[in-house]
């Protein structure tokens, strides 16, 4: 008599009985079947999906039940129905590997329930059973038992974790411990939390976690995709996008499956980031449809590229809407919408703006523009100490004469210019870009600081963006404040000036900025620019930097741009060539 087989056909297992083996189907004929199937609804927690029957499992039958099956007859039930003395003793091969068996198929087919009821601890085994789905989203495939080590038998998981589409395969290593039941001394996994993962103990528990928001692919104002290869200077612009709406406007994030802290358990800091089990860090991508033109950005692109530490911001006054955003070298500071560099003479023009609507200038009045001027103790020269003897405001604007404006430091209030420059041209207000931006500032200063920010230096930052900005308003008259994002998306609303520029002022600014284009310090950069056009130079001394940054700002019809060249030297034969080149480019490709 074989001292072990397997009862085969009643649980439909492919498993044999060992060759030669008497059958036992024509007890199970006559007195029915051993455990039958029990009916119940659903699949288990986890997904098995299984309706009606509960799946059969394995059942081996020592020779000394298979005697009393042969020749009792009927008696067998009693023997197998657990009714009997609990089992003890040492287990067996064969019981260790039943229970392994018997949990590990439960828990691959999604039976939370069959396989906790496998444990030493059905209730905290289903629970963490349940929250291996539901928490971490992981579905075993493929639970294969080593050899065991007398009760201990090492396994291995692979499975399959999938969360709001992403999804990844999920392989480690286990073990597990068989024991008897107390009660019934039936064989059973002993359950820790360290069964379903050996990372996990008390107070821990697996979650998923998102690694930052989705990833953005900006499309231009056609609806294209604007590749960051083509464009290099888009990468911060990309990652801006992606700050402000990567949350919003559809995509997914990456993720991670990761081991925690159980909320209120106190058993120390969550694990290292090292110690995430799976990272899926590539989500889906969100699209952002931005006011960027492909040829406007090609071309500051291209211009940007010759040369170093140049910076450019390309928009429509009459919108508001960026049209380029270019920076040299492509990656590191967004100098373009981010920096806060000072803007030296381009300055002039929010200045200007002051003394033409305070009746302090007029564009064809007498105005001096002496060699020095002092203020608050300090001395300040013209560049190469020009002066400009009986001069006009118009002469001494389109030449940059610093002096010209140094003289009418005493003539205004301390927080006139930054008033001037807040409720005018918007500058220190909260603008919404889509991106992060700096949107200037201008604090109110006293004696020689305040006269030094008449002509942009001191305290006074700026970028090319709000330059940009600057010279549009300058242009229209009213604040359009600038934006690469079309404030629909998001549901945001668009910063606005407290009021406009009063209008005689308006139309006597314009009127200096085109001289300043035409016939004065910007006519070379801007030569072979016709019709509707206006700009301004400047320069920005920098302590302990050899050339000051180069700066310039200027508009032809209704595109205006302004760039910065740190270390550049003079605006008109630096930052001005880069600006005139884009215009003209611009206007080439209408």
Known sequence: MHPLWYVRGLYGSDRRAPAGAPTARPYLERFGSITGTTSRQGGGPMGGGRQGTRRRRPLWITGALSLGLAGAGAGVLAGCGGAGAPRTGPLSAAEVRSATDSFLEAWADGDVEEAADGTDRAGDAGAALRDYQERAHLAARDLRAGTPSGTKVPFTVKADFAYEGASAALAYDSSLTVVRRAGDGEPVVHWTPQVLHPMLGPGRQLAVRETGTAPVVALGRDGHPLDTRAFPSLVPVVEGLRQSFGKTVGGRPGVELRVVARSGANHGAEPARDAALLSVGAGAAAQVRTTLDARVQRAAEAEVAKRADASIVVLKPSTGEILAIANSGGKGPDTAVEGRLAPGSTMKIVTGSLLLEKGLAGPDKPHPCPKTASYGGWEFHNVDDFEIGGSTFRRSFAASCNTAFITQAGRLADDELSRQARDVFGIGEPWSVGVPAFT??????????????????????????????????????????????????????????????????????????????????????????????GAKTGSAEVIGQEKPNGWFAAWHGDVAAAAVMQRGGRGGTSAGLLVAAVLRAVDAAK
């Open 440 to 533: 200037g500032t201008v604090p109110v200063e006293h004696a020689a600081s305040k006269a030094a920010q008449l002509i942009g230096q001191a305290q006074v930052r700026m970028n090319p963006l709000t330059m940009a900005s600057i010279i549009s308003t300058a242009r229209t008259g009213r604040f359009a404040q600038p934006f690469l994002v079309a404030p629909d998306v998001g549901h945001r609303t668009l910063a606005t000036a407290r009021r406009p520029l009063d209008a005689n002022a308006q139309k006597q600014l314009r009127d200096l900025l085109h001289t300043t284009a035409t016939a004065g310090s910007a006519a070379a950069a801007m030569s072979g620019l016709t019709g509707d056009v």
